[in-house]
């Protein structure tokens, strides 16, 4: 598609009104730590100002369910924000012939840290 489509537009509209709200409060943010031994440099695209992140995808179809790697990586950001709390939310775009915004939200929970266990915070900065 190109910048000039009305599909695309009109979904960029549509996950603009979603997130305009949070957008004025929050800023993109960026975390940089050392999770086992391992230099990680974790991206999101909002962190509201109650510290909920919130990340901003495109597709072709609504997501049917949350991606174990999507969960996964902003459990990462989670544990290597300053100031997030246990709040998250994915805004898929999805850019069809009815385009629209699909948002899930979740809790981090005890399962999701679980998972990143094995992976200890060394130091972190924001």
Partial sequence: MSA??????????????????????????????????????????????????????TARNAP????PMHRFELTTCYRLADGASDGVRSDTLVNSESPQCASQVWEINEADISINCGLSVESSSA
Avoid: H, W, Y
């Fill in 64 to 67: 049917s369910s949350i991606d």
């Fill in 4 to 57: 000039t489509d009305p599909l695309t537009f009109a979904a960029v509209a549509a996950i603009l009104g979603a997130v305009a709200t949070a957008a004025c409060f929050a800023s993109a943010r960026k975390a940089l730590s050392v999770l086992a031994s391992v230099r990680i440099q974790a991206q999101f695209d909002i962190l509201d100002e109650d510290g909920m992140i919130v990340a901003i995808n």
